[in-house]
C-alpha cells in the first residue's frame, strides 16, 4: 500500500526566507504532483513530475522528484505572504489510473 | 469554461439520510476521482473511475457507491449518512495518465 508523508506539516516562515518541503513515498512512482490550497477553496495543480530527476520552476517554487530516493521536493525561494497556504504532493499509485494517493499537506504561512 | 461542477456546495444530512453528490466534467476527461478532505487533513480517494461504465474502489470506500454512466458525470452516493462522514467531499477529473487533476470547488457535507 502506497504511504505518502510530508514535511514539515506546519511552516511559519519570514518574508524573503528560503526553506524546503519534502514528500516521502513508499513505492515505486515516477509520476508525483503538486497542488496548492487556499483555506476553504478547492485545489489547484502547481506541477505534474513525470520522470526521475524532473525539475520544474513557477515564480518562487520549483519541485523536483529523484525516483529512487522515492523523494519530492518544493523549495521556496524568497517566501512573500501570497505562498501562505495548504501544500499537497500526491503519487500515482498505479500507472494507468492516475489514481492519486495524497500525502497530509504542509501549512505554509508566511509573516512579515 | 466550467471545468469541473459539483453540487451542492453545502448540505446537512441527518443520520440514516441518503443524497447524492453530482460531479460533471465538460473536459471529455476520462478519468473521474471523489476525495473526501476532513479538517485539516489531506485527501483520501472514495471511488475513481477510469471511463464510462469503470469504477473503482480507492482508500476509504466503504459507506459510498458511485456509478459512471457517461463521461461527463460521476456522482457518488452516500446511502445512510452517518456522523464519520461529516467532511469537504472533492471531485476532480483528469484526461490521461500524467497529466494535472482537475478539481470542483468541493461539497462541505455536515450530518447531525
Known amino acids: 500500500e502506497l504511504k505518502v508523508e510530508q514535511n514539515p506539516l506546519f511552516l511559519s516562515m519570514q518574508e524573503g526566507k528560503n526553506y524546503t518541503i519534502y514528500c516521502n513515498y513508499s513505492?515505486?512512482?515516477?509520476?508525483l504532483y503538486w497542488y496548492r490550497q487556499d483555506p476553504g477553496k478547492s485545489l489547484e495543480s502547481l506541477f505534474v513530475?513525470?520522470?526521475?530527476?524532473a525539475v520544474k520552476q513557477e515564480g518562487r517554487l520549483m519541485a523536483s522528484l529523484d525516483t529512487k530516493a522515492r523523494l519530492s521536493t518544493l523549495h521556496i525561494t524568497a517566501a512573500v505572504h501570497d505562498l501562505s497556504a495548504t501544500y499537497f504532493c500526491?503519487?500515482?499509485?498505479?500507472?494507468?489510473?492516475?489514481?492519486?494517493?495524497f500525502g497530509t499537506g504542509t501549512r505554509l504561512q508566511v509573516f512579515p | 469554461n466550467a471545468g469541473v461542477t459539483q453540487t451542492p456546495k453545502f448540505r446537512i444530512l441527518k443520520i440514516g439520510q441518503s443524497m447524492t453528490l453530482q460531479c460533471a466534467q465538460d473536459?471529455?476527461?476520462?478519468?473521474m476521482y471523489w476525495y473526501r478532505q476532513d479538517p485539516g487533513m489531506g485527501l483520501k480517494l472514495i471511488y475513481y473511475?477510469?471511463?464510462?461504465?469503470?469504477?473503482d474502489k480507492g482508500e476509504v470506500p466503504n459507506g459510498y457507491n458511485v456509478s459512471r454512466s457517461t463521461t461527463e458525470d460521476f456522482p457518488l452516493r452516500l446511502e445512510l449518512a452517518a456522523p464519520s462522514q461529516t467532511s469537504v467531499y472533492f471531485c476532480?477529473?483528469?484526461?490521461?495518465?500524467?497529466?494535472?487533476?482537475?478539481f470542483g470547488q468541493g461539497t462541505r457535507l455536515t450530518v447531525v
Open positions: 476532480a477529473s483528469s484526461s490521461t495518465g500524467g497529466t494535472e487533476a482537475f
Open positions: 513505492t515505486t512512482s515516477d509520476r
Open positions: 513530475l513525470l520522470s526521475n530527476g
Open positions: 500526491a503519487v500515482d499509485e498505479n500507472y494507468n489510473t492516475d489514481k492519486l494517493i
Open positions: 473536459m471529455n476527461h476520462n478519468y
Open positions: 473511475s477510469v471511463g464510462a461504465g469503470i469504477t
